[in-house]
């Protein structure tokens, strides 16, 4: 694919990402999450800690969008939702759900440009050194939140291609 359009696809992505992560963290947990640094092209291989969110998607958009919550900010998110002190179960859980709400708006507006895709459930790892090292993707960029009350950040990735 000609760097241009690569270049563009990387763009409709940020832009996705942009549009979709306040909304959700608004909804879900009345906070807000105000967008801070993009990551484009975003260094490999990847390594995220605390809590990390990933989903697959598949078609005329292949590859995987990742979300990285520190585990003080995944507490303190779970804890806004849930109304409680939570537990690891209710951290993935939360992590989850959230994960899957953003990439799941993402996929609309992909579909809404003509890329359909399909989206696997949500997988969830927590960890100190969670490495991500994805192959055969043309487009790589991250963009981190400052979520409301929290001190650490969000970051949102996706690696993929967008496919003809």
Do not use: W
Not at 122 to 134: D, E, F, H, Q, R
């Amino acid at each position: 694919m000609p760097a241009a359009a690569t270049a563009a696809h990387g763009q409709i992505v940020l832009e996705g990402i942009h549009a979709v992560v306040p909304p959700v963290f608004q909804t879900m947990a009345g906070l807000s999450a105000e967008p801070g640094t993009v990551f484009q092209p975003v260094q490999q291989p990847l390594v995220l800690q605390g809590v990390a969110g990933a989903i697959g998607l598949s078609g005329k958009v292949s590859g995987m969008v990742y979300t990285s919550f520190g585990k003080g900010l995944a507490s303190f998110i779970a804890e806004k939702i849930l109304g409680s002190v939570s537990s690891d179960q209710d951290l993935s859980d939360v992590v989850a759900e959230l994960t899957n709400m953003v990439t799941g708006n993402l996929k609309s507006r992909f579909s809404d440009l003509g890329y359909n895709c399909t989206l696997t459930p949500p997988s969830v790892v927590a960890g100190n050194k969670i490495s991500v090292n994805p192959k055969n993707c043309t487009i790589g960029v991250g963009l981190e939140f400052l979520v409301e009350g929290s001190p650490e950040p969000l970051c949102v990735y996706f690696f993929g291609v967008f496919n003809q």
